[in-house]
């Protein structure tokens, strides 16, 4: 039987180990309080995340690291993006030189603009052809409640890839490979910025015109930075680009589109941050993911208007009037 890690008990850690024990593989999560842990053992659900699903028979938990690697053919890493550097060098003598790392982080960090397979890659010091990344419309309470959903498996090395893909297949959910990782990662993380942006707008008691403009634009913007650090066009197109904002960006139950209704009502970054008790990536990743446009010279104008707002507290109105009173453009530009 295959064996797998899952480092995370949060959301879609859970949601993850659930997919993977449904598909047949026997998993360990990994969790830092011991209290989730003992109410995955012996209670069988996740109470903190979601109460009353029960988890599959071939999910366990465990506060000890080496516990969960041993024998891993898959390590999955489900933390905070700008928490996994310190988290994974911790773990990364507890890891097998042959273990699959597979990231469902959709960040990037700050200060260095890494990806998170890249911080994986350099703090594991594993090559890019054992690093994986998943991806996709995946929100978890819906995964978790098994409802059908498509991903996408991305990894160098094309075999690696479609082990994966083995291992995560079930009825429910259905990977799909591929071997661009830039272009997937981008998707992922640049989707969370535009969610924001939309969520802000919704807050504001914009429409569906709003919605989709932001959401084309946006995919527009994602394109230009991911064609620029050599990604292929066709990945935005794709579950990990377009398929992804269409979830993010309007469903209630997105952080990041959610976090973003709540500032566009008028709450206060504070406000927003204390009513938020899950990862809502976007709200950091929107200034690395404009750190790396900087970096590779590529005009994102939805992501410097959403980081004007996040942290430089600029008013959406005043925000959202300087967007529009950009110079008119070619759509392809
Ligand atoms: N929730 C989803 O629907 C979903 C779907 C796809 C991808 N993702 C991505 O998965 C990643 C994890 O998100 P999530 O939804 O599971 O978040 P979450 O907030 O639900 O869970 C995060 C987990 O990390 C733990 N954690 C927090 N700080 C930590 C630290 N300093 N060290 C170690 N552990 C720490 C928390 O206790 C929790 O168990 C994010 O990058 C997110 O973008 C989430
Ligand atoms: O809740 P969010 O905003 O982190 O989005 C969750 C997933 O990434 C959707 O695919």
Known sequence: MTRCAVFGTGSWGTAFAMVLADAGCEVTLWGRRPGVVEAINTGRTNPDYFPGVRLPDGVRATTDPAEAADGAEFTVFSVPSQTLRGNLSDWAPLLADDTVLVSLMKGVELGTAK???????????????????????????????????????????????????????????????????????????????????????????LGDNTKASL???????????????????????????MGDLVATC?????????????????????????????????????????????RYDVDMPITETVVGIVHDGKQPLVALKELMSRSAKAERH
């Open 115 to 205: 990806r998170m397979s890249e911080v994986v890659q350099e703090v594991a010091k594993a090559p890019a052809e054992r690093v994986a990344v998943l991806t996709g419309p995946n929100l978890a309470k819906e995964i978790a409640a098994r409802q059908p959903a498509a991903a996408v498996v991305a990894c160098p090395d094309e075999s690696v890839a479609r082990r994966l893909q083995t291992a995560c297949h079930t009825a429910y959910f259905r990977p799909y490979t591929n071997t661009d990782v830039v272009g997937c990662e981008l998707g992922g993380a640049v989707k969370n910025v535009i969610a924001l942006a939309v969520g802000i707008a919704d807050g504001m008691g």
């Open 250 to 294: 309007s469903s209630p139950l997105s952080r990041n589109h959610t976090f973003g209704t709540n500032l566009g009502r008028g709450m206060t970054l504070e406000e927003t941050i204390a009513v938020t008790k899950q990862t809502a990536e976007g709200v950091k990743s929107c200034e690395s993911v404009l750190d790396l446009a900087r």
């Open 215 to 241: 959401i084309t634009r946006g995919l527009a913007e994602t394109t230009r930075l991911g064609l620029a650090m050599g990604a292929d066009a066709h990945t935005f197109a794709g579950l990990a680009g």
